[in-house]
Nanobody
Framework: QAQLVESGGGLVQAGGSLRLSCTAS????????MAWYRQSPGNQRELVAR???????NYANSVKGRFTISRDNTRNTVYLQMNSLKPEDTAVYYC????????WGQGTQVTVSS
């Protein structure tokens, strides 16, 4: 089973940007649709964005217009460009398959200060 490693998180002021990366040990083309999720304290993990192998993307309403998901199958990597960040975007961000569950990675912490 593919292992997923997320990176790119950090502390940023409101209005700032971050770019998250998720690299898989396996072939993400064979995994299929990929997604980014996030979980903040006391809340359930939620879907943020998903992308097909062909590059078609869908977003949660809360991030639409601010976040962009992309993938590079040659690098087995999925990205999440996050712009105009808000304090409510603070969470641990994870990537995984969109339609089933692989072993979760450690995630990457994103903290947005007001």
């Amino acid at each position: 089973q593919a292992q997923l490693v997320e990176s790119g998180g950090g502390l940023v002021q409101a209005g700032g940007s971050l770019r998250l990366s998720c690299t898989a040990s396996g072939n993400i083309f064979s995994i299929g649709d990929m997604a980014w999720y996030r979980q903040s304290p006391g809340n359930q993990r939620e879907l943020v964005a998903r992308i097909t192998n062909g590059g078609f993307a869908n977003y949660a309403n809360s991030v639409k217009g601010r976040f962009t998901i992309s993938r590079d199958n040659t690098r087995n990597t999925v990205y999440l460009q996050m712009n105009s960040l808000k304090p409510e975007d603070t969470a641990v961000y994870y990537c995984n398959a969109a339609d089933y569950v692989l072993k979760w990675g450690q995630g990457t912490q994103v903290t947005v200060s007001s």
